[in-house]
């Protein structure tokens, strides 16, 4: 059983920046940054492979957010710069058994608890 802690979450205004860690108790394989808006579905941000050289990008956040790993340190990142109010959730990490890039939230194991993220305008 592998435990999922994020961390860096908080309020920024619009065109911020913030960067978000997922520590894993253990080793990981693929994992993945998914986030969920009062209202709406959970939506998968973006998601990296194990080696952490293959990498997706949902339309929304391309050329804004960057999702890295540090196997050594068994801990995930995003960095998102240029922050937009849309961009408030609740930010969850993921992990799955797979070395590949994973897009379906059915195929991911193991869910963090989520950090708060809010972009004010």
């Known amino acids: 059983q592998v435990q999922l802690v994020e961390s860096g979450g908080g309020l920024v205004q619009t065109g911020g920046s913030l960067r978000l860690s997922c520590a894993a108790s253990?080793?990981?394989?693929?994992m993945g940054w998914f986030r969920q808006a009062p209202g709406k579905e959970r939506e998968l941000v973006a998601a990296i492979s194990r080696g952490g050289g293959s990498t997706y990008y949902t339309d929304s956040v391309k050329g804004r957010f960057t999702i890295f790993r540090d196997n050594a340190k068994n801990t995930m990142y995003l960095q998102m710069n240029s922050l937009k109010p849309e961009d408030t959730a609740v930010y969850f990490c993921?992990?799955?058994?797979?070395?590949?890039?994973?897009?379906?939230?059915?195929?991911?194991?193991?869910w963090g608890q989520g950090t708060q993220v809010t972009v004010s305008s």
């Open positions: 993921a992990a799955g058994n797979t070395i590949v890039v994973i897009t379906r939230p059915m195929d991911y194991q193991y």
């Open positions: 253990g080793r990981t394989f693929s």
